[in-house]
């Protein structure tokens, strides 16, 4: 499967952003998908993730309640809806899947094979 992240750009503090992560082949409904975030100088970090089946949802605890990850099947694209936008979320933004994750390492991006080129998100102070 290929991705293509796109949504990023420049908000202010307390705003609000939309990221789509759109994929190629018939199957993306039974991927598992996610977002992670890597800011200047500093590791890729876990955002949120979405499961193919049953549609679970998983969230970094720095974005809980101000994140909302969804994703379209029937348009092979999955959402990452951003509110309450802080300084300390300006990173790229990268989307990911595969085709099977587990509970353990859902959150860590060693676990999808399947990776976007990134969106960058700039929130000013």
């Known amino acids: 499967v290929q991705l293509q992240a796109s949504g990023g750009g420049l908000v202010q503090a307390g705003g609000s952003l939309k990221l789509s992560c759109a994929a190629s082949g018939r199957t993306f409904s039974a991927y598992d998908v996610g977002w992670f975030r890597q800011a200047p100088g500093k590791e890729r970090e876990f955002v949120a993730a979405?499961?193919?089946?049953?549609?679970?949802?998983y969230y970094a605890d720095s974005v809980k309640g101000r994140f909302t990850i969804s994703r379209d099947n029937a348009k092979n694209t999955m959402y990452l809806q951003m509110n309450d936008l802080k300084p300390e979320d300006t990173a790229v933004y990268y989307c990911?899947?595969?085709?099977?994750?587990?509970?353990?390492?859902?959150?860590?991006?060693?676990?999808?094979?399947?990776w976007g080129q990134g969106t960058l998100v700039t929130v000013s102070s």
């Open positions: 979405i499961r193919g089946r049953g549609g679970s949802t």
């Open positions: 990911a899947a595969d085709r099977s994750t587990i509970l353990s390492t859902i959150r860590s991006a060693s676990a999808y094979d399947y």
